[in-house]
Protein backbone atom coordinates (compact mmCIF):
# COMPACT_ATOMS: atom_id res chain seq x y z
CA UNK A 1 0.00 0.00 0.00
CA UNK A 2 2.96 2.48 0.25
CA UNK A 3 2.43 2.77 -3.71
CA UNK A 4 0.57 6.11 -4.80
CA UNK A 5 -1.42 4.80 -8.01
CA UNK A 6 -2.72 2.16 -5.46
CA UNK A 7 -3.36 4.50 -2.89
CA UNK A 8 -5.32 6.50 -5.75
CA UNK A 9 -7.03 3.70 -6.88
CA UNK A 10 -8.21 2.36 -3.56
CA UNK A 11 -9.92 5.67 -2.87
CA UNK A 12 -11.61 6.36 -5.39
CA UNK A 13 -13.10 2.47 -5.05
CA UNK A 14 -14.62 3.41 -1.81
CA UNK A 15 -15.70 6.76 -2.94
CA UNK A 16 -17.43 5.04 -6.22
CA UNK A 17 -19.48 2.94 -3.40
CA UNK A 18 -20.48 5.83 -1.50
CA UNK A 19 -21.51 7.50 -4.95
CA UNK A 20 -23.76 4.51 -5.72
CA UNK A 21 -25.59 4.45 -2.72
CA UNK A 22 -26.31 7.68 -2.21
CA UNK A 23 -27.40 8.94 -5.60
CA UNK A 24 -30.82 9.90 -5.94
CA UNK A 25 -31.04 8.55 -9.80
CA UNK A 26 -30.53 5.28 -11.25
CA UNK A 27 -28.12 7.02 -13.59
CA UNK A 28 -26.19 8.48 -10.51
CA UNK A 29 -25.80 4.80 -9.44
CA UNK A 30 -25.01 3.32 -12.71
CA UNK A 31 -22.35 6.05 -12.52
CA UNK A 32 -20.72 5.31 -9.09
CA UNK A 33 -20.67 1.11 -10.32
CA UNK A 34 -18.61 2.12 -13.41
CA UNK A 35 -16.54 4.09 -11.28
CA UNK A 36 -16.30 1.64 -9.16
CA UNK A 37 -15.65 -0.73 -12.05
CA UNK A 38 -12.46 1.46 -13.47
CA UNK A 39 -10.80 1.70 -9.85
CA UNK A 40 -10.69 -2.11 -9.26
CA UNK A 41 -9.28 -2.87 -12.64
CA UNK A 42 -5.93 -1.51 -11.74
CA UNK A 43 -5.65 -2.28 -8.28
CA UNK A 44 -6.11 -6.07 -9.92
CA UNK A 45 -3.20 -5.92 -13.16
CA UNK A 46 -0.98 -4.21 -10.49
CA UNK A 47 -0.32 -7.77 -8.58
CA UNK A 48 2.71 -9.73 -9.34
CA UNK A 49 0.49 -13.05 -10.23
CA UNK A 50 1.13 -14.25 -13.52
CA UNK A 51 -2.92 -14.56 -14.21
CA UNK A 52 -3.90 -11.03 -13.09
CA UNK A 53 -3.87 -9.68 -16.25
CA UNK A 54 -6.34 -12.26 -17.39
CA UNK A 55 -8.62 -12.05 -14.08
CA UNK A 56 -8.34 -8.09 -14.86
CA UNK A 57 -9.80 -8.89 -18.32
CA UNK A 58 -12.44 -11.01 -17.65
CA UNK A 59 -13.52 -8.97 -14.61
CA UNK A 60 -13.87 -6.30 -16.57
CA UNK A 61 -15.84 -7.95 -19.92
CA UNK A 62 -18.42 -9.30 -17.21
CA UNK A 63 -18.98 -5.93 -15.38
CA UNK A 64 -19.49 -4.22 -18.38
CA UNK A 65 -21.81 -6.54 -19.51
CA UNK A 66 -23.63 -5.96 -16.64
CA UNK A 67 -23.39 -2.04 -16.47
CA UNK A 68 -24.93 -2.01 -20.27
CA UNK A 69 -27.86 -4.32 -19.04
CA UNK A 70 -28.30 -2.30 -15.96
CA UNK A 71 -28.29 1.02 -18.55
CA UNK A 72 -30.76 -0.59 -21.02
CA UNK A 73 -33.09 -1.72 -17.85
CA UNK A 74 -32.69 1.88 -15.95
CA UNK A 75 -33.70 3.97 -19.70
CA UNK A 76 -36.52 0.74 -20.37
CA UNK A 77 -37.84 1.77 -16.99
CA UNK A 78 -38.01 5.56 -17.98
CA UNK A 79 -40.00 4.79 -21.21
CA UNK A 80 -41.83 2.07 -20.21
CA UNK A 81 -43.11 1.55 -16.68
CA UNK A 82 -46.76 2.13 -16.85
CA UNK A 83 -47.97 -1.77 -17.38
CA UNK A 84 -47.75 -4.23 -14.49
CA UNK A 85 -46.06 -6.53 -16.26
CA UNK A 86 -43.49 -4.31 -18.07
CA UNK A 87 -42.57 -3.51 -14.74
CA UNK A 88 -41.95 -7.07 -13.25
CA UNK A 89 -39.76 -7.81 -16.38
CA UNK A 90 -38.16 -4.12 -16.14
CA UNK A 91 -37.39 -5.20 -11.99
CA UNK A 92 -35.58 -9.22 -13.10
CA UNK A 93 -33.80 -7.42 -15.80
CA UNK A 94 -32.19 -4.62 -13.12
CA UNK A 95 -31.85 -7.63 -10.79
CA UNK A 96 -30.09 -10.22 -12.83
CA UNK A 97 -27.78 -7.26 -13.80
CA UNK A 98 -27.14 -6.66 -10.23
CA UNK A 99 -26.72 -9.60 -9.30
CA UNK A 100 -24.37 -10.64 -12.20
CA UNK A 101 -21.94 -7.77 -10.93
CA UNK A 102 -22.20 -9.57 -7.29
CA UNK A 103 -21.06 -13.06 -8.77
CA UNK A 104 -24.15 -14.46 -7.95
CA UNK A 105 -25.80 -17.54 -9.46
CA UNK A 106 -26.85 -18.42 -12.43
CA UNK A 107 -24.20 -15.75 -13.53
CA UNK A 108 -21.33 -16.61 -11.25
CA UNK A 109 -19.02 -18.35 -13.53
CA UNK A 110 -16.53 -15.55 -14.07
CA UNK A 111 -16.84 -15.17 -10.17
CA UNK A 112 -14.20 -18.43 -8.92
CA UNK A 113 -11.85 -17.62 -12.23
CA UNK A 114 -11.44 -14.11 -11.41
CA UNK A 115 -10.53 -14.45 -7.82
CA UNK A 116 -8.05 -17.58 -9.01
CA UNK A 117 -6.03 -14.64 -10.46
CA UNK A 118 -5.82 -11.85 -7.46
CA UNK A 119 -3.69 -11.69 -4.96
CA UNK A 120 -5.57 -12.69 -1.02
CA UNK A 121 -5.73 -8.28 -0.42
CA UNK A 122 -8.02 -8.43 -3.75
CA UNK A 123 -9.85 -11.33 -2.99
CA UNK A 124 -11.26 -9.80 0.11
CA UNK A 125 -12.04 -6.55 -1.52
CA UNK A 126 -14.12 -8.90 -3.68
CA UNK A 127 -15.75 -10.56 -1.38
CA UNK A 128 -16.85 -8.56 0.47
CA UNK A 129 -16.45 -4.59 -0.68
CA UNK A 130 -17.54 -5.18 -3.72
CA UNK A 131 -20.93 -6.83 -3.07
CA UNK A 132 -22.11 -3.39 -1.03
CA UNK A 133 -23.14 -1.22 -3.87
CA UNK A 134 -25.11 -3.90 -6.22
CA UNK A 135 -27.20 -5.41 -3.00
CA UNK A 136 -27.85 -1.64 -1.64
CA UNK A 137 -29.29 -0.83 -5.10
CA UNK A 138 -30.83 -4.38 -5.13
CA UNK A 139 -32.99 -3.40 -2.57
CA UNK A 140 -34.38 -0.46 -4.03
CA UNK A 141 -36.26 -2.38 -6.29
CA UNK A 142 -37.09 -6.20 -5.68
CA UNK A 143 -38.54 -8.72 -7.23
CA UNK A 144 -39.44 -10.95 -4.21
CA UNK A 145 -40.29 -14.38 -6.49
CA UNK A 146 -37.08 -13.83 -8.61
CA UNK A 147 -34.87 -13.21 -5.05
CA UNK A 148 -36.51 -16.73 -3.61
CA UNK A 149 -34.91 -18.38 -6.62
CA UNK A 150 -31.85 -17.20 -6.31
CA UNK A 151 -31.16 -17.54 -3.13
CA UNK A 152 -31.83 -21.14 -3.57
CA UNK A 153 -29.82 -21.40 -6.38
CA UNK A 154 -26.91 -19.44 -4.67
CA UNK A 155 -26.82 -21.42 -1.54
CA UNK A 156 -26.89 -25.15 -3.49
CA UNK A 157 -24.75 -24.02 -6.12
CA UNK A 158 -21.99 -22.47 -3.16
CA UNK A 159 -22.01 -25.63 -1.28
CA UNK A 160 -21.84 -28.26 -4.07
CA UNK A 161 -19.51 -26.58 -6.54
CA UNK A 162 -17.14 -26.18 -3.28
CA UNK A 163 -16.76 -30.03 -2.87
CA UNK A 164 -14.03 -30.70 -5.36
CA UNK A 165 -12.11 -27.55 -4.91
CA UNK A 166 -8.28 -27.83 -4.88
CA UNK A 167 -7.67 -24.18 -4.67
CA UNK A 168 -8.49 -22.05 -1.69
CA UNK A 169 -9.56 -19.33 -3.22
CA UNK A 170 -11.62 -21.00 -5.29
CA UNK A 171 -13.21 -22.61 -2.31
CA UNK A 172 -13.18 -19.28 -0.70
CA UNK A 173 -15.20 -17.73 -3.80
CA UNK A 174 -17.83 -20.31 -3.21
CA UNK A 175 -18.25 -19.77 0.33
CA UNK A 176 -18.67 -16.03 -1.14
CA UNK A 177 -21.78 -17.25 -3.34
CA UNK A 178 -22.69 -19.28 -0.41
CA UNK A 179 -23.12 -16.98 2.03
CA UNK A 180 -24.44 -14.53 -1.07
CA UNK A 181 -27.81 -16.59 -0.76
CA UNK A 182 -27.64 -15.71 3.15
CA UNK A 183 -27.09 -11.92 2.48
CA UNK A 184 -29.92 -11.70 0.32
CA UNK A 185 -32.26 -13.42 2.67
CA UNK A 186 -31.17 -10.95 4.99
CA UNK A 187 -31.97 -7.69 2.85
CA UNK A 188 -35.54 -8.92 2.74
CA UNK A 189 -35.95 -8.81 6.04
CA UNK A 190 -33.88 -5.52 7.26
CA UNK A 191 -31.08 -3.53 5.71
CA UNK A 192 -30.06 -3.11 8.97
CA UNK A 193 -29.77 -7.25 9.57
CA UNK A 194 -28.33 -7.28 6.19
CA UNK A 195 -25.22 -4.90 7.39
CA UNK A 196 -24.43 -6.69 10.57
CA UNK A 197 -24.44 -10.08 8.55
CA UNK A 198 -21.52 -8.19 5.75
CA UNK A 199 -19.92 -6.88 9.02
CA UNK A 200 -19.62 -10.27 10.99
CA UNK A 201 -18.93 -11.97 7.02
CA UNK A 202 -16.09 -9.85 6.04
CA UNK A 203 -14.67 -10.15 9.67
CA UNK A 204 -14.06 -14.28 9.26
CA UNK A 205 -13.39 -13.35 5.56
CA UNK A 206 -10.47 -10.89 6.63
CA UNK A 207 -9.05 -13.73 9.24
CA UNK A 208 -8.98 -16.43 6.64
CA UNK A 209 -7.93 -14.34 3.84
CA UNK A 210 -5.23 -12.50 6.41
CA UNK A 211 -4.13 -15.94 7.88
CA UNK A 212 -3.77 -17.28 4.07
CA UNK A 213 -1.53 -14.40 3.11
CA UNK A 214 0.53 -14.55 5.92
CA UNK A 215 1.23 -18.38 5.02
CA UNK A 216 1.36 -17.89 1.66
CA UNK A 217 -1.18 -20.59 0.66
CA UNK A 218 -3.37 -21.07 -2.17
CA UNK A 219 -3.57 -25.05 -2.09
CA UNK A 220 -5.19 -27.32 0.01
CA UNK A 221 -2.33 -29.96 -0.25
CA UNK A 222 0.51 -27.14 0.98
CA UNK A 223 -1.42 -27.36 4.44
CA UNK A 224 -0.85 -31.00 4.68
CA UNK A 225 3.40 -30.22 4.84
CA UNK A 226 3.43 -27.24 6.14
CA UNK A 227 4.88 -27.23 9.09
CA UNK A 228 2.43 -24.39 11.21
CA UNK A 229 2.74 -23.54 15.12
CA UNK A 230 -0.36 -25.44 16.61
CA UNK A 231 -1.69 -21.51 17.44
CA UNK A 232 -1.88 -20.69 14.25
CA UNK A 233 -3.63 -24.01 13.15
CA UNK A 234 -6.10 -23.55 16.53
CA UNK A 235 -7.46 -19.98 14.56
CA UNK A 236 -7.43 -21.59 11.48
CA UNK A 237 -9.98 -24.25 13.08
CA UNK A 238 -12.11 -22.31 14.52
CA UNK A 239 -12.11 -19.36 11.32
CA UNK A 240 -12.81 -22.34 9.47
CA UNK A 241 -15.55 -23.16 11.91
CA UNK A 242 -16.93 -20.36 12.52
CA UNK A 243 -17.46 -19.15 8.91
CA UNK A 244 -19.26 -22.32 8.25
CA UNK A 245 -21.51 -20.96 11.25
CA UNK A 246 -21.32 -23.69 13.96
CA UNK A 247 -23.47 -23.22 16.23
CA UNK A 248 -20.40 -22.09 19.51
CA UNK A 249 -18.86 -19.43 17.08
CA UNK A 250 -19.82 -16.34 16.05
CA UNK A 251 -20.22 -16.49 12.61
CA UNK A 252 -23.67 -18.67 13.55
CA UNK A 253 -25.18 -15.11 15.25
CA UNK A 254 -26.08 -13.76 11.92
CA UNK A 255 -27.36 -17.30 10.54
CA UNK A 256 -29.50 -17.55 13.63
CA UNK A 257 -31.45 -14.14 12.99
CA UNK A 258 -32.26 -15.25 9.69
CA UNK A 259 -33.06 -18.40 10.08
CA UNK A 260 -35.41 -16.79 13.46
CA UNK A 261 -36.89 -14.57 10.58
CA UNK A 262 -37.58 -16.76 7.90
CA UNK A 263 -39.58 -19.50 10.50
CA UNK A 264 -41.38 -16.49 11.74
CA UNK A 265 -42.63 -15.90 8.59
CA UNK A 266 -43.35 -19.62 7.83
CA UNK A 267 -40.64 -20.03 4.99
CA UNK A 268 -39.91 -23.54 5.80
CA UNK A 269 -38.41 -25.21 2.79
CA UNK A 270 -36.23 -22.04 2.45
CA UNK A 271 -34.69 -22.47 5.97
CA UNK A 272 -34.72 -26.19 5.14
CA UNK A 273 -31.95 -25.71 2.13
CA UNK A 274 -30.21 -22.92 3.72
CA UNK A 275 -29.57 -25.52 7.03
CA UNK A 276 -28.96 -28.33 5.13
CA UNK A 277 -26.57 -26.70 2.23
CA UNK A 278 -24.33 -25.16 5.50
CA UNK A 279 -23.73 -28.62 6.67
CA UNK A 280 -22.16 -29.54 3.22
CA UNK A 281 -20.38 -26.45 3.43
CA UNK A 282 -19.26 -27.12 7.20
CA UNK A 283 -18.00 -31.01 5.58
CA UNK A 284 -15.47 -29.78 3.41
CA UNK A 285 -14.29 -27.40 5.79
CA UNK A 286 -13.82 -29.81 8.08
CA UNK A 287 -11.86 -31.92 5.76
CA UNK A 288 -8.90 -29.10 4.87
CA UNK A 289 -8.96 -28.76 8.97
CA UNK A 290 -9.30 -32.41 9.51
CA UNK A 291 -5.64 -32.81 6.84
CA UNK A 292 -3.90 -30.23 8.29
CA UNK A 293 -4.09 -31.71 12.01
CA UNK A 294 -3.66 -35.19 10.66
CA UNK A 295 -1.05 -34.66 8.33
CA UNK A 296 1.29 -33.41 11.62
CA UNK A 297 3.64 -35.99 11.41
CA UNK A 298 4.98 -35.49 8.01
CA UNK A 299 7.80 -32.92 9.01
CA UNK A 300 10.31 -31.52 6.44
CA UNK A 301 13.11 -29.56 7.71
CA UNK A 302 13.53 -27.28 4.97
CA UNK A 303 9.84 -26.09 4.92
CA UNK A 304 9.61 -24.93 8.54
CA UNK A 305 8.12 -21.86 8.66
CA UNK A 306 9.37 -19.14 11.59
CA UNK A 307 6.69 -16.01 12.03
CA UNK A 308 8.21 -13.55 13.91
CA UNK A 309 5.09 -10.91 13.13
CA UNK A 310 3.23 -9.64 15.75
CA UNK A 311 0.18 -9.21 13.49
CA UNK A 312 -0.58 -12.85 14.44
CA UNK A 313 -1.17 -11.98 18.30
CA UNK A 314 -4.13 -10.27 16.46
CA UNK A 315 -5.21 -12.91 14.53
CA UNK A 316 -5.56 -15.36 17.38
CA UNK A 317 -6.85 -12.68 20.04
CA UNK A 318 -9.98 -11.89 16.70
CA UNK A 319 -10.13 -15.87 16.68
CA UNK A 320 -11.07 -16.06 20.19
CA UNK A 321 -13.83 -13.10 20.00
CA UNK A 322 -14.96 -15.66 17.37
CA UNK A 323 -14.43 -18.39 19.90
CA UNK A 324 -17.05 -16.27 22.50
CA UNK A 325 -19.29 -15.99 20.12
CA UNK A 326 -21.84 -18.14 22.21
CA UNK A 327 -21.74 -15.34 24.81
CA UNK A 328 -23.07 -12.71 22.16
CA UNK A 329 -25.54 -15.46 20.90
CA UNK A 330 -26.67 -15.07 24.55
CA UNK A 331 -27.20 -11.77 24.40
CA UNK A 332 -29.81 -11.81 21.80
CA UNK A 333 -32.09 -13.18 23.76
CA UNK A 334 -32.32 -11.08 26.57
Do not use: D
Not at 263 to 280: A, E, G, P, R
Not at 291 to 311: A, C, D, H, R
Amino acid sequence: MNNSNKMFFFFFLIFSTLISISSNSWFGCWIGLEINLLSFIPLISNSNNLFSSEASLKYFLTQSIASVNFLFSIILKMILFKTFEMNNFISIMINSSLLMKMGSTPFHFWFPNIIEGLSWFNCFILMTWQKISPMILLSYYINKNFLFIMMILNTIIGSIGGLNQTSLRKLMAFSSINNLGWMLASILISENLWMFYLIMYSFLISMMCFSFYMLNLFFINQMFIINMNSMIKISLFINFLSLGGLPPFIGFFPKWIVINFLIMNKIFLLTFIFIFMSLIMLFFYIRIIYSTFMFNYFKLKWIKIYINNNLFYFINFFSLISFMGMIFNTFYFF
